[in-house]
């Protein structure tokens, strides 16, 4: 008997390939549902274009009470948002998937390794060990190597060695973006790392994609359209001031606020 699911003629008609999908969590905090919908509106005059067209995961995980999802749904396409799953209580488990919204799990990303920065002394030094030779305590000694203080070897950084132009998306999965050359306004860099750029930053730029606070944005000329780190946008509709504008620059999360320092204060 033949084996039906290898012997066939010309190539399949379907085919499953892996994917990574880049989707934003849209937190709801409380209801009435108006109040949701108007701070919608709000989050997308403010943010521009920036999340037009991207897929979105609704994290209804603290509302207790019952959801009405159709206006919520409705107001997310008006703004070119496409929900494709939801995070929620039991009470909203069932009326979700009636809106054809699937349930998924969001609590337990993939953990980058933490980062911090190294001691001004005693740096930890990281070789392979040596085998003892015959030279005695002496070389015994010269031979041995800390067991505590090694750092954790990191994933490696995406790397892009190119200009991007309007329209182009980066994202750096579990990593740090570095982009040697301009990006221009309409490109768009998004790690879930630290993000650098080498050159002018006209476009947009989020970094701890996935939440991490503690990522930062490095550029040696920044003019953005929007930064951002861990949720937290600003979108520069007026040029910096003088110190900031084409400068080197650092930016980072304090609290709830977005701060760009100059590299040099």
């Not at 879930?192 to 476009?203: S, W």
């Amino acid at each position: 008997m033949s084996d039906s699911s290898t012997n066939h003629d010309g190539p399949l008609a379907l085919d499953f390939k892996s994917a990574t999908l880049y989707a934003v969590r849209v937190v709801l905090h409380r209801l009435p549902m108006q109040d949701l919908i108007d701070a919608l509106e709000r989050r997308m005059s403010d943010a521009g274009s920036f999340f037009e067209n991207e897929p979105v995961v609704i994290d209804a995980s603290a509302i207790e009470e019952p959801l009405d999802w159709a206006p919520l749904i409705s107001a997310l396409r008006k703004h070119s948002l496409y929900p494709i799953g939801v995070m929620a209580q039991t009470v909203n488990v069932s009326s979700a998937r009636d809106q054809g919204l699937t349930c998924v799990d969001l609590a337990h990303p993939t953990p980058r390794p933490t980062t911090s920065p190294a001691p001004d002394k005693e740096v930890p030094v990281v070789a392979p060990p040596k085998t003892p030779s015959s030279g005695g305590k002496a070389a015994a000694a010269a031979t041995a190597t800390p067991e505590t203080g090694i750092p954790a070897i990191a994933p490696a950084a995406m790397v892009i060695n190119r200009p991007l132009r309007s329209g182009q998306r980066i994202y750096a999965r579990n990593t740090d973006l570095i982009v040697i050359g301009i990006v221009n306004r309409g490109a768009e860099v998004i790690a879930d790392g630290n993000i650098h750029v080498y050159g002018p930053l006209r476009g947009k730029a989020m970094a701890g994609a996935r939440g991490d606070t503690s990522a930062r944005i490095f550029t040696t000329h920044l003019d953005p359209e929007l930064l951002a780190i861990a949720g937290v946008y600003r979108v520069i509709e007026t040029q910096l001031e003088p110190k900031l504008h084409n400068q080197p620059t650092i930016v980072q999360l304090e609290g709830e606020a977005l701060r760009i320092i100059a590299l040099g204060d």
